[in-house]
């Protein structure tokens, strides 16, 4: 028998904690669902099979934005089927908070929650452990909750191994189940002989004190108080205000000294940036190709305090606690006993790095080994692109995977940056001093959007501008792959603003969120929950109310798409040009705004065939136009309204080998694509949102690429004018990114 904690998620720069509850290598329940638990659960192989217990300390982004995750990835086990069920255990705000970020009213029916008010609730029908909330509150403050996991003493084991090894049979078998004695070669065998002795169970305490304002209620604990003999492991969950406060450091060593104390705070932990498998070949990739492949440090990016580190075990020491340090992917024994020999880690989040100089020569030895490789390579090293915008975007390729995260891809997610009126004042370059001096909008923001945005750009002062110089969040429909991330973006957006400016200054620097109506209540509730830090700089616009198609695509009541007209080029720009005389106030601001920092001459949106409130973006700069389309099967208002743009950024869910799915599924295909292209002439077409069949990147043919489409994939990145030239590198990428594994 085995009881312990895995840590899928820590407290880095880019996550919070998540813990599973592991039982004889059985996922049995879960504590806090972090933004980006779904790819991490994906690397760890995790099966949630017998999971149907979800535990919260806190009721926000930080520790409930990867609930819905996890329903998709329920969902797509299969765990339905079978008729799952699924309880959900927090402090008050749990359900409401669940409720916003939800557009499935099936989970909410068959999900039930139980938000605590009090202390020493035994909540949990499970075989292995009761899980007893220890509350604790603040003033001003939402509440927030920590769980004592205590084991129930599991009766004698029949050694039925030894039994037959001795030659027992059947009947004597149940006789000593029975309690009887039985006799086997003129031997007396007792019952208690052939059954394991009961071990006395010990707990674990997960203990989560978010801020230095908890810590009387903590100290007032009674229920904490009573538990402390049974307690082998206490995992914190706290910032170093509070791990290092000698008050807290006497209250733990005293009511848990015999326990293992491990440490999850973001100024101690380890970053090490395991989930992204190809960083390695993207590392050597850059080598190929610098401008379309971002530069990735092969070695952990390491952000703990040594110094800090070593005043916390001094201080621990002193009181005879013992202190360990929260890894990625660590597995924490807690029962029968604590033991440090026995605390493993995961493979999959410490595999070993690849030397540079090895990827290198790898990359190197592909490419000399055809010579149409070799002919691809030295094009792309020393092409100029004959085409110069001003005003010129930037655009990383966030993530590239339809409906749930991958081990290779995250879901859709780009980031586009523009000088706007600051252009010229620094070159072009992955450099601080060049995002300090543009501005960024996001198309599409799935789970784990920012944590892509950290990985990509690797050094946090350049994360941080990016996310300080925000301008806008876009999102096309209301589908989780598209808008799970939306709420972590801002939070952190606002987190970088108020760090630098203060409160009062960091309100008047507009986000505009730009989002279907049908999101619209969602986000409301965010602000009123308080989810949402600084609700005076967030601009809501609705889609709806700036799209230059006024018809509906998608009619809820039955889900059966409207014909609509095919416009000329003519009649399109007369609807364009109506809807910019608009005299709604709000909009008007927001394109002033635009056409201010960024110099964008028209920002507006058009719907698509594919969901209830699905919409597209159109955006022209000074002399490019960009649209992106979202998630549409084939429609009339892509062809109308993205006419000559010179990037068409499409979803291409179904590749050329992949079996077409039913058309209510409202996805394109690379066929449908290819004569999409035909119709609208786009300078170039860039694909994105590839089914989750696809591991890394699609596989493409010649005729396909003639026509200067792009396959994108996670981490791609180029300037405006380098997608002249980016399709063509495409057969070297087959090549050098493989599929398999």
Request: hydrophobic share 40%.
């Amino acid at each position: 028998m085995r009881l312990w904690l895995r840590v899928i998620c820590n407290t880095t720069r880019d996550m919070t904690p998540s813990l599973v509850l592991m039982f004889e290598n059985t996922v049995m329940l879960i504590i806090n669902l972090c933004d980006g638990f779904q790819r991490q659960a994906s690397v760890a192989k995790l099966k949630f099979i017998h999971c149907n217990e979800l535990f919260f300390t806190e009721a926000n982004v930080d520790a409930a934005n990867g609930l819905i995750g996890f329903y998709c990835s329920a969902i797509n086990a299969g765990k339905f089927a079978s008729g799952f069920k699924c309880n959900i255990y927090g402090p008050k705000g749990i359900k409401r908070f669940s409720e916003n970020v939800s557009f499935n009213d099936h989970m909410l029916m068959v999900w039930t929650f139980k938000e605590f008010e009090c202390s020493n609730i035994e909540c949990t029908a499970n075989k292995a452990v009761k899980m007893i909330p220890i509350l604790l509150k603040a003033e001003g403050r939402n509440d927030a909750v920590s769980y004592i996991i205590d084991p129930v003493a599991f009766p004698p084991k029949f050694k039925g191994k030894e039994a037959k090894q001795m030659g027992l049979s059947v009947a004597q078998i149940k006789e000593l189940i029975a309690g009887k004695n039985v006799t086997l070669n003129e031997t007396t065998i007792t019952p208690e002989s052939m059954f394991n002795t009961s071990i006395k169970p010990t707990g674990a305490l997960v203990l989560c004190v978010p801020h230095f304002d908890y810590i009387p209620s903590l100290f007032t604990n009674k229920e904490l108080l009573s538990k402390h003999s049974d307690i082998g492991l206490v995992y914190h969950i706290a910032p170093y205000e509070v791990l290092s406060n000698t008050d807290y450091i006497d209250f733990v060593g005293k009511i848990a000294y015999k326990a293992m104390h491990v440490m999850d705070c973001k100024e101690l932990n380890d970053d090490t940036a395991p989930r992204y498998y190809s960083q390695i070949e993207l590392k050597a990739l850059h080598q190929c190709n610098s401008r379309l492949f971002p530069d990735f440090p092969l070695k952990p990016l390491h952000i703990k305090d040594e110094k800090k580190r070593e005043i916390l075990v001094d201080e621990y020491k002193k009181r005879g606690v013992g202190v360990m340090f929260s890894e990625l992917g660590r597995d924490y024994d807690f029962w029968p006993k604590f033991d440090v020999s026995k605390q493993s880690c995961l493979p999959g989040f410490h595999q070993p790095l690849v030397e540079e100089e090895k990827a290198v020569k790898a990359v190197s030895g592909t490419i000399n080994s055809s010579e149409k490789l070799k002919a691809i390579h030295k094009l792309c090293e020393t092409v100029v692109a004959t085409r110069k915008f001003h005003n010129e975007p930037f655009i990383a390729v966030l993530g590239t995977a339809a409906q749930n995260p991958l081990k290779y891809r995250c879901v859709s997610s780009i980031y586009m940056n523009i000088p706007g009126s600051l252009e010229g004042k620094v070159p072009r370059s992955n450099t601080k001093e060049y995002f300090s001096n543009s501005f960024g909008i996001i198309l599409d923001a799935g789970e784990g959007s920012y944590g892509q945005i950290v990985d990509h750009f690797s050094d946090m002062e350049i994360v941080d501008c990016i996310i300080e110089n925000l301008q806008c969040i876009f999102i096309s429909h209301h589908h989780t792959d598209h808008m799970l991330g939306i709420a972590k973006l801002i939070k952190e957006s606002d987190l970088v603003i108020i760090k630098k400016y203060g409160k009062e200054i960091a309100k008047t620097k507009p986000l505009y969120v730009i989002i279907p109506d049908n999101m619209k209540i969602m986000m409301v509730d965010l602000l009123e929950m308080g989810a949402i830090l600084l609700s005076e700089r967030l601009r809501v616009i609705i889609s709806e109310s700036i799209s230059a198609d006024t018809g509906a695509y998608y009619v809820k009541a039955n889900k059966n798409p409207i014909p609509q007209k095919e416009f000329s080029k003519e009649e399109a720009e007369k609807m364009v040009e109506e809807l910019y005389k608009s005299d709604n106030a709000k909009i008007k601001e927001m394109w002033d705004y635009f056409g201010k920092m960024m110099c964008i001459k028209r920002f507006h949106t058009y719907q698509t065939n594919h969901c209830s409130g699905s919409h597209g973006v159109f955006i022209e700069g000074k002399d490019w136009k960009i649209a992106y389309t979202g998630d549409t099967f084939p429609c009339l208002t892509v062809q109308n309204f993205t006419r000559n743009v010179d990037l068409l950024i499409h979803e291409c869910t179904f590749s050329d080998d992949m079996k077409r799915m039913d058309d209510d599924i409202r996805h394109t295909s690379l066929a449908q694509c290819i004569g999409i292209y035909d119709k609208i002439s786009p300078w170039r077409m860039l694909l994105t949102h590839f089914s989750n069949k696809t591991k890394k990147i699609v596989n493409v043919s010649d005729e396909h690429l003639k026509r200067n489409i792009i396959i994108s994939f996670d981490h791609l990145q180029f300037h405006l004018s380098d997608a002249e030239w980016a399709s063509q590198l495409h057969p070297l990428l087959e090549a050098l990114i493989s599929n398999d594994g």
